[in-house]
């Protein structure tokens, strides 16, 4: 975060300045209204004598009216424009962290926790620099124009007596200041929480409905809200409690003038006109003294919305290799696994252990196991979504670690299990917002994953906007669509993780058909918990707590009457089952 604010300020800090300079000259020109008037009283004790001054003073009034007019707009857009500016700056750094944090860290960290840091955090920041620009400057420029011109122009004495009960109060509003930090973090937590529920909530909707749990949410949501309730109105008590500190102070000021200053224009030390016009200052200290606990009040919530987003932002990333332009070419080569151990770092257990694979360039692996065995796992460290030990993992005889991380994600095209899709056309989803792609390559690549013929039924062909994560479609739909980048990718490493579990045994059977004249010439990874998907790789390997406990094809693996026999026979088994009941 302090990079960023640095950045921020050494990029605006002119017009900074310049509105600066706009506050001060407001500040400034807002002290000759009351002036004025004071004198036009002193005036008008002989209107004939003092026409002329009278007229002058009316003009310079005018004038000073348009004056703080034209002073104003200024500063009060820079403020709002360098606000904006900073929000704008913390939002594209927060997607940057986004996208390039570690796998790891941000599975640490709920959805909703992440949708506060863009909104709620943002907001408040957003607003202490706007409030620290716009009305601290102002505090400060009031206190010092005002009580200069005040004990110049008026009496020394009186200025000191009647700002006294100002200091009191701002030394009161600093000390009540931490009763409103402590209630807004309390705040803070109560609506991340809150948040982090509704997102989880939207996305289990389905389910909640499935098993009829919508009063169970329903009184959890109340719950949390109630909570949140709860802390706000504290936030509001303690902020109700500098208000009242504020009316109090303004009120002893006006008493002490009156009393003050009416003795002083009896024994003639001062005029009519300016105790009227000292009057008039006093006014002009109830929007500083007003705006204190408020600013105050912006910079603590910015402080904790501060130190947030700087805890997030300084979460690990991925470390990038730069990628030269020389080194935009094809991966390929031979993929050998050596010994590879690995355990995610909340967990103690090892996810891989000790294993070695060696799959030929233009060959097919075929992957199986129970839930939880590391087939995923192992397809995540390929791509190097997470942390990969030195000396484990090669391609074409290179660490994949002294591989730059762009090209490898650019070489390997993964269809992942979860088959996520974004709110938007079925195009863009195939392409993946990629612009190199022609129309007719990605309708090619629908025909080639069997989802064509469904496409074209509906009503803007591969243009249909699809619902967020694909609501609209059915889960065999939602795969074969996935399915369709690996067609329309030229990488010559192809990697589906359980990708055709949703799909009907004769679309299936056409789809890999597809697939393998498509990865003749490529290596080709297939995870699967079918033994349909994978039984016709060049080798097939059996995953059980991380460790490979079976390897070959295979017909070889079905005579050897182990784990993946096992699956075999319960697989037929169901399938004939399955085939009866029809």
Not at 37 to 49: K, Q
Not at 414 to 440: A, C, G, H, M, V
Request: proline share 2%; aromatic share 10%; net charge positive.
């Amino acid at each position: 975060m302090k990079t960023i604010v640095i950045r921020f300020f050494k990029k605006h800090y002119f017009y900074i300045i310049i509105q600066t300079i706009f506050i001060f000259l407001n500040i400034y020109f807002a002290t000759f209204p009351a002036k004025i008037i004071g004198n036009l009283i002193d005036l008008l004790y002989d209107i004939s004598a003092n026409q002329k001054d009278i007229i002058q003073n009316i003009i310079f009034l005018f004038l000073t009216s348009i004056g703080l007019l034209v002073v104003r707009f200024p500063w009060r857009f820079l403020v709002t424009y360098h606000s904006r500016s900073l929000e704008k700056e913390i939002k594209n750094s927060l997607f940057k962290q986004l996208v390039k944090m570690k796998m790891n860290e941000i599975q640490e960290i709920k959805n909703g926790e992440i949708m506060s840091y863009f909104t709620k955090d943002t907001k408040e920041i957003r607003s202490a620099f706007y409030n620290l620009e716009s009305y601290g400057t102002r505090i400060i420029a009031t206190f010092f124009i005002y009580t200069i011109t005040m004990a110049q122009g008026v009496n020394l004495g009186l200025t000191a007596t009647t700002l006294l009960p100002i200091l009191i109060t701002s030394y009161l509003i600093v000390k009540i200041k931490k009763y409103v930090e402590n209630s807004f973090k309390i705040s803070q937590q109560y609506y991340t929480e809150l948040s982090e529920y509704v997102q989880e909530s939207t996305d289990a909707i389905r389910t909640t409905k499935a098993y009829s749990q919508e009063g169970n949410q329903l009184k959890d949501f109340i719950r949390k809200n109630r909570n949140l309730k709860t802390a706000n109105d504290a936030v509001d008590v303690h902020s109700t409690l500098l208000t009242t500190c504020i009316n109090v102070c303004f009120g002893l000021c006006y008493a002490i003038s009156i009393i003050v200053g009416s003795k002083l224009v009896l024994e003639q030390t001062i005029t009519i006109g300016d105790f009227v016009a000292f009057n008039g200052y006093i006014g002009l200290f109830i929007g500083p003294v007003s705006w204190l606990p408020s600013t105050i009040s912006k910079w603590k919530r910015g402080q904790i919305s501060y130190k947030r987003l700087d805890k997030f932002l300084s979460l690990e990333k991925e470390k990038y290799l730069l990628l030269e332009p020389k080194e935009e070419r094809d991966l390929k080569g031979d993929i050998k696994i050596s010994h590879l151990s690995f355990h995610y770092p909340s967990h103690l257990e090892s996810a891989l252990e000790d294993i070695n694979i060696t799959i030929p360039q233009g060959k097919t692996l075929g992957v199986i196991g129970t839930v939880g065995s590391g087939k995923t796992t192992l397809a995540n460290l390929l791509l190097r979504l997470y942390s990969v030990p030195d000396n484990m993992i090669y391609i074409g005889d290179t660490d994949i670690n002294k591989i730059p991380v762009e090209m490898i994600r650019k070489n390997i095209c993964y269809i992942t299990q979860d088959n996520f899709l974004f709110s938007n056309t079925i195009e863009k989803n195939i392409s993946l917002f990629r612009k190199e792609y022609s129309e007719r390559e990605i309708i090619k690549s629908t025909k080639e994953a069997m989802i064509y013929d469904e496409i074209q039924g509906m009503n803007d062909g591969i243009h249909t906007v699809i619902g967020e994560r694909g609501v609209d479609l059915s889960g065999g739909q939602k795969q074969r669509i996935a399915v369709s980048r690996a067609f329309l990718n030229s990488s010559d490493i192809v990697v589906f993780d359980d990708t055709f579990s949703a799909l009907d045994n004769k679309t299936e059977e056409k789809l890999l058909e597809n697939i393998k004249k498509m990865t003749q010439n490529k290596t080709c990874i297939i995870i699967s918990s079918r033994i349909s998907d994978i039984k016709d790789a060049d080798e097939i390997i059996v995953l059980e707590s991380g460790k490979i406990i079976e390897r070959g094809t295979h017909q070889s693996l079905i005579e050897k009457e182990g784990k993946y026999n096992k699956f075999y026979r319960q697989q037929i088994s169901q399938k004939e089952k399955d085939t009866n009941e029809k």
